[in-house]
């Protein structure tokens, strides 16, 4: 079992910036794919970042550019680094890690809200 824990959200001014924090504690295999997800309300689930143990990210077209996805894989942590935020940009953020090989899982965290609002 996997604990993925989401911290960094908050209220910011459009044009500003947010860093959220995910960390993970259990067993923990390599070679899994962590992410942020985010869902405003009324809306579904949307992949916002992904990233691979090997480091290679991938952004939805909406965030391309203005966040970075990181990870430590030491330190079983996960960052994204939200720059030129905008107001489309509220939703509630979730952690996620995935691995698609056995043993395969799919976990989540409770989620962290970001406002984005004046």
């Known amino acids: 079992q996997v604990r993925l824990v989401e911290s960094g959200g908050g209220l910011v001014q459009p044009g500003g910036s947010l860093r959220l924090t995910c960390e993970a504690s259990?067993?923990?295999?390599?070679?899994?794919?962590w992410g942020w997800y985010r869902q405003a309300p009324g809306k579904e689930r949307e992949m916002v970042a992904t990233?691979?143990?090997?480091?290679?990210?991938n952004y939805a077209t909406s965030v391309e550019g203005r966040f970075t996805i990181s990870r430590d894989n030491r330190k079983n942590t996960m960052d994204l680094q939200m720059d030129n935020v905008k107001p489309e940009d509220t939703a509630v953020y979730y952690c996620?890690?995935?691995?698609?090989?056995?043993?395969?899982?799919?976990?989540w965290g409770q989620g962290t809200q970001v406002t984005v609002s004046s």
């Open positions: 259990g067993r923990i295999f390599s070679g899994d794919r």
């Open positions: 996620n890690s995935r691995r698609f090989v056995s043993p395969n899982y799919n976990y």
């Open positions: 990233i691979t143990s090997g480091g290679t990210a």
